[in-house]
């Protein structure tokens, strides 16, 4: 059963960091591009950044550029977001999400398998 599992969020103070994982199981890591997402109540979920298979290219949101970093550990199956310079509108529910057919990096939430989410919230 393919399954994703984020963790790693919390509160935290604007300037501040933290790196969220994506723990993924009943898959070959490497064949799927993978997405982290977020979403605050009542809006659209967002792209964030993105990496593809097979060590591929990887994108990420322009609100996001310079400060969050995505890697992937293949050999531990999980997937990295990595936050810097945390900002107030960071805030929201980040969810990691699974692509396997075309294992593209895309910013639009076209993926298979998605998590159940964990909360960052940054506030001073």
């Known amino acids: 059963q393919l399954q994703l599992v984020e963790s790693g969020g919390g509160l935290v103070q604007p300037g501040e960091s933290l790196r969220l994982s994506c723990a993924v199981s009943g898959f070959t890591l490497d064949d799927y591009a993978i997405g982290w997402f977020r979403q605050v109540p009542g809006k659209q979920r967002e792209g964030v950044a993105c990496?593809?298979?097979?060590?591929?290219?990887?994108n990420y949101a322009d609100s996001v550029k310079g400060r969050f970093t995505i890697s992937r550990d293949n050999a531990n199956n999980t997937v990295y977001l990595q936050m810097n310079s945390l900002k107030p509108e960071d805030t929201a529910s980040y969810y990691c999400?699974?692509?396997?057919?075309?294992?593209?990096?895309?910013?639009?939430?076209?993926?298979?398998?998605w998590g159940e989410g964990t909360q960052v919230t940054v506030s001073s």
């Open positions: 999400a699974a692509e396997g057919l075309f294992g593209l990096c895309v910013l639009w939430p076209d993926y298979d398998y």
């Open positions: 990496t593809a298979n097979a060590g591929g290219r990887t």
